[in-house]
């Protein structure tokens, strides 16, 4: 089973066109980490401020190596969450298949 990782940003106002690059760095730096399935980024539609990042990993420790890295402490933790005015981050494993 996988282990996924769903994170919500909203950008300061203005700040999306200096986020959006610096994620689409971390998206690709983060693809090459061994143990990362999916990185993905997504912007709203009806509202360009709202970031989704979508990320799969084969499991929980590679995430947690994921967190360690250099890339992310720079780009994400550095540069990325001083333009943020909120941050919300939900982990996930698959539910099993229940069959009625």
Known sequence: MSYVVVARYHTKEG?????L???????????QEPGNLAYRV???TE????IVLYEEYVSEAD?????ATPHF???VLGKVVPLLESRDVLRCT???EVRA
Request: overall charge negative; proline content about 9%; aromatic content about 2%.
């Open 63 to 67: 995430f947690t190596a994921h967190c």
């Open 15 to 19: 700040e999306e066109d200096t986020v």
């Open 73 to 75: 402490r720079e780009i």
């Open 42 to 44: 997504h912007q709203g």
């Open 94 to 96: 698959l539910r099993p």
């Open 47 to 50: 509202d360009p401020r709202a």
């Open 21 to 31: 690059p610096l994620l689409d760095t971390m998206a690709a730096a983060s693809r």
